[in-house]
């Protein structure tokens, strides 16, 4: 079955970095219409789309497209290792309001949007979470 394990989080002072890593199972991440979600959630708030990235095909070979929110762009980057079938988040100068629970999605259903692929309820597979937290 699906299973989706983050790691690498932790305790960071603001403008560090931090790379968190998700690593799947029970499916392939370069099939068609995999789309894998990066969400971050804090007490009493609702999971708050960070990015998502999904695969593309072409005579290159398998590359993959990328989706951030715009309270991230520039400062994280998502990237897949097919080989590993993982996905990773790299954070770079976060902030305090970096602080949350991370998790990883996955769902089979194809995204066309940024809203949706940004979106919770689009994703039917979740990890655990881990826990990010940056002090100022």
């Known amino acids: 079955q699906v299973q989706l394990v983050e790691s690498g989080g932790g305790s960071v002072q603001a403008g560090g970095s931090l790379r968190l890593s998700c690593a799947a199972s029970?499916?392939?991440?370069?099939?068609?219409?995999?789309?894998m979600g990066w969400f971050r959630q804090t007490p009493g708030q609702e999971r708050e789309g960070v990015g998502a990235v999904w695969p593309h095909t072409s005579h290159l070979g398998t590359l993959y497209y990328v989706d951030y929110a715009d309270s991230v762009r520039d400062r994280f980057t998502i990237s897949i290792d097919y080989i590993n079938n993982s996905i990773y988040l790299q954070m770079n100068s976060v902030q305090p309001e970096d602080t949350a629970m991370y998790y990883c999605?996955?769902?089979?259903?194809?995204?066309?949007?940024?809203?949706?692929?940004?979106?919770?309820?689009?994703?039917?597979?979740w990890g655990q979470g881990t826990q990010v937290t940056v002090s100022s």
């Open positions: 029970g499916f392939r991440l370069r099939d068609e219409n995999m789309y």
């Open positions: 999605a996955a769902t089979s259903s194809p995204l066309g949007t940024t809203i949706t692929r940004l979106m919770s309820r689009s994703y039917n597979s």
